[in-house]
């Protein structure tokens, strides 16, 4: 195929479409040509899933055409879009943990001889498919024992053994760390000189101004504006995003802590091969942030202060009094309490609705004789989802249903509900849009105001820099040392974050990314490498 050609591998006219009562999208036009990257930006319900839905034959547009190479066609389904040269590797990935890479990769369009399954054909194809990704695994194992990156180039490779010409990348990185998502950077770099055309949906300033040469803002299902070649300042894309300006994203208006009382004070928190004496204290009203790069020993911290993990030592004092936790019972009794990580899988009950999701933990208060008082508990749980801005149409919505910014907002209801003094925050607005960040913020921050001692773990360097008043660096396990928010920078903290060699023992785990199988584990597992310089991505 001749990249520089005109005529678009895909394009839509005029598409919409209508769930119910709400326009998801409304006349869009959109050209994705090969040899291009075509980014996709806007808040969560601005109508980039359905528009990847129709492109990838998911969803029926009600109007509109969809042409692929100049010719319009009618997409019945995602095979139908393979067909035609169409791969869309979602967000949440599906495949088969219990398959083998080979089979994963080749399943749907499996090579066949005398009527059964030809695997020799698929192991040497899927490893063919898998070099050309910089990914060198044994393809004879299953695909549920991998890291998430080498997952999703595995369904960018299902994608490749179809011959692919359009491939739709949805918040690919959300799960990657840094070495990772470098890497799936050079594929795409890689993947376009071939003549593939790119569509690419990310909350991420910095990825989409590293692979992307055109750019569409979606808001409310319209395409509010386009641009080929270079992007415009982060602040006039965000505001084109949200469609208001939005000058402060941080709590800067806050006093700090500095005359405030100690809150929260953690010694000696050691647990054998993954954290080595960890000491800090908390007071109230302030926000400590815990960074470092990936497996420092960040979300240990807070699982072993929440009581999820058992460390060989720890002892804790909440306003002045030592406190014994072992559960996490415990630690609801003691004040603390952690929104986690992973919001569906740790957080949220997804078949349950925001109401039930933010009443569970508490379901004692409203219970008599065996009953619930499900007035009283929907009551409670309408107040502190207003406090969190959930909007009252949604408190009866099954929580699957809502965008990923909105369920963030229901773990925080359901945190704030216990009243803590103490709240542990892990990833707070990760893969949630740039005007849910600001609204997730202001939380924080009257949080604090109000007296809450606020600890944070975030891979988001602006929002480490922006929210904390002060920063403790960890590295393998250990605390490297602590800046105030003053004297805190990216050059001082990366210092911090990696010692010179011999200062800290790095973990034995931290090998090549795409050379092992990685059973999955809890903890800092998924989070993203501390470092990403995503310079106005909030």
Request: glycine share 8%; with cysteine; charged share 25%.
């Amino acid at each position: 195929m001749d990249i520089s050609s005109p005529t678009p591998v895909v394009s839509l006219r005029g598409v919409s479409k209508r769930y119910d009562q709400v326009q998801a999208l409304s006349g869009v036009d959109v050209d994705l040509h090969a040899g291009r990257c075509h980014a996709f930006v806007g808040e969560n319900g601005a109508g980039k899933s359905t528009l990847i839905k129709i492109v990838g034959g998911v969803v029926k547009p009600d109007s509109g055409t969809v042409a692929v190479d100049g010719s319009p066609v009618t997409l019945s389904g995602p095979d139908q879009a393979l067909a035609l040269g169409i791969a869309v590797v979602p967000q949440e990935l599906i495949f088969v943990p219990n398959l083998s890479v080979a089979e994963n990769i080749s399943l749907g369009d499996f090579h066949s001889r005398m009527r059964f399954v030809d695997a020799r054909h698929s192991e040497a194809r899927a490893r063919e498919l898998l070099d050309r990704l910089g990914v060198h695994v044994d393809v004879r194992e299953p695909l549920g024992r991998f890291s998430p990156a080498v997952q999703q180039l595995a369904m960018i490779a299902r994608g490749l053994s179809r011959d692919a010409r359009l491939l739709i990348l949805d918040e690919p990185t959300a799960s990657l760390s840094d070495r990772e998502a470098d890497h799936l950077f050079e594929v795409v770099d890689d993947l376009k000189a071939s003549g593939i055309a790119l569509a690419y949906v990310s909350h991420r300033m910095a990825e989409l101004r590293r692979l992307s040469e055109d750019v569409t803002v979606l808001r409310d299902g319209e395409r509010v504006a386009s641009w080929t070649g270079e992007m415009p300042d982060d602040d006039v894309l965000v505001e084109t995003m949200v469609g208001r300006s939005i000058q402060r994203f941080f709590t800067g208006d806050r006093h700090g802590s500095a005359h405030r009382e100690e809150r929260l004070r953690v010694d000696n928190l050691s647990r054998s091969g993954v954290l080595d004496d960890i000491s800090f204290t908390v007071n109230a009203g302030e926000i400590v942030a815990l960074t470092g790069l990936m497996g420092a020993g960040r979300t240990e911290v807070l699982r072993s202060l929440i009581g999820l993990d058992r460390p060989d030592t720890m002892d804790i004092h909440v306003d002045g009094k030592p406190v014994k936790i072992s559960t996490p019972s415990q630690a609801k009794r003691a004040g603390l309490v952690l929104v986690p990580e992973e919001r569906k899988t740790q957080g949220l009950v997804v078949g349950l609705t925001v109401s039930e999701n933010i009443s569970l933990p508490y379901l004692q208060r409203w219970s008599v004789a065996s009953f619930i008082r499900a007035g009283q508990r929907r009551k409670a749980a309408a107040k502190v989802a207003r406090e969190v801005g959930l909007r009252e149409r949604t408190f009866d919505a099954v929580v699957r249903t809502l965008s990923g910014g909105n369920q963030q907002k229901v773990v925080l209801a359901k945190a704030l509900l216990g009243d803590p003094s103490i709240i542990l925050l892990d990833e707070p607005t990760r893969g949630i849009d740039v005007a849910v960040k600001h609204e997730i913020y202001t939380i924080i921050g009257a949080l604090a105001d109000a007296g809450c001692a606020v600890v944070i773990v975030s891979s988001d360097m602006l929002e480490v820099l922006g929210l904390a008043d002060r920063i403790i660096v960890l590295a393998a396990g250990k605390i490297t040392g602590s800046l105030s928010a003053a004297e805190a920078t990216e050059s001082a903290i990366l210092r911090l974050a990696m010692p010179p060699a011999g200062d800290v023992q790095a973990p034995e785990s931290a090998g090549a990314a795409f050379t092992s199988p990685t059973p999955s584990t809890v903890g800092d597992r998924s989070a993203a490498a501390f470092i990403q310089t995503q310079q106005g991505s909030n």
